[in-house]
């Protein structure tokens, strides 16, 4: 059986969009270092941001 690491033990980030920490998830294992947003929800926010600036 693999070894349990707790959550604290694990590689965080700060989302640019809300400024929250997130952790590292397992589906993240292979681009963990490409990994920018905490979630979809703060990747279109981003998105929708950078389109409203670029019209201004």
Same mark, same amino acid.
């Given at each position: 059986?693999?070894?349990?690491? $707790? $959550?604290?033990?694990?590689? /965080? $980030? #700060? &989302?640019? #969009? &809300?400024?929250?920490?997130?952790?590292?998830?397992? $589906?993240?294992?292979? +681009?963990?270092?490409? #990994? +920018?947003? &905490? *979630?979809?929800? &703060?990747?279109?926010?981003? =998105?929708?941001?950078?389109r /409203? *600036?670029? /019209? =201004?």
């Open positions: 059986m693999p070894k349990m690491r $707790k $959550k604290r033990d694990l590689p /965080t $980030k #700060v &989302c640019p #969009v &809300c400024e929250r920490p997130f952790a590292w998830r397992k $589906k993240w294992a292979d +681009v963990w270092d490409a #990994v +920018v947003y &905490c *979630s979809e929800r &703060c990747k279109r926010t981003r =998105s929708a941001r950078d /409203t *600036s670029r /019209t =201004s």
